[in-house]
């Protein structure tokens, strides 16, 4: 890795999003805690609200590194107890943002472990939308519950590494 990515990056309408090689978060579910959650410091793009861990990518770091590097750094998420479910991308052509979602394969606590965080919680998937979420995760979300409803249900994972690390 040589580069870090932690900076803004400009829409051409002047919006501003967080990560030069783009951003990518982890979503991790356990069948009975439910969805990880982070309370993001009222400091934070956003702040005072509710979304997954996650953050900058790196140069040559994929989505799922990253994801997996920013979740471990903020709250603390073992890599080894979790699964690949699958992986959602948001691609503005300027910038993307994904979303990991993995199965957490066994209980574990949450560690606040940087001050990013106000607290973190596991909160039933029915009641994530009761929470004041980040505005993009609240976009997201509808559509994220429904294709982990159909992984909770059996559908099929997907592995999102890159074909080098996979080797």
């Keep these: 890795m040589t580069g870090n990515g932690d900076e803004w990056v ?4 002047g919006r501003r999003f967080w990560g030069r ?16 959650m982070q309370h993001r410091a ?16 790196h140069e040559h ?26 992986s959602s991308v ?3 052509g300027f910038w993307s943002y994904t979303t990991v979602v993995v199965r957490a394969l066994e209980p574990f606590e949450p ?14 998937a029915e009641l994530v939308d009761a929470l004041p979420l980040h505005p993009g995760f609240a976009l997201s ?3 994220l519950r429904a ?13 999102v590494r890159s074909p080098e690390s996979r080797a």
Excluded: C, K, M, Y
């Design 147 to 159: 294709r982990l409803d159909g992984a909770d249900a059996g559908g099929p994972a997907t592995d």
């Design 141 to 143: 979300w509808p559509a």
């Design 10 to 13: 400009f829409a051409p309408d």
């Design 42 to 57: 009222a400091w934070s793009h956003n702040g005072d609200t509710w979304g997954l861990p996650g953050g900058a990518r």
């Design 90 to 92: 948001l691609d503005l």
């Design 111 to 124: 560690v606040i472990s940087d001050r990013e965080s106000i607290a973190l919680r596991w909160v039933p």
């Design 61 to 86: 770091e994929t989505a799922l590194e990253a994801a997996l590097r920013e979740a471990n750094e903020e709250a603390g998420v073992p890599a080894e107890l979790v699964s690949v479910q699958f």
């Design 21 to 36: 090689f783009g951003a990518a978060g982890l979503l991790v579910h356990h069948a009975d805690l439910g969805v990880l």
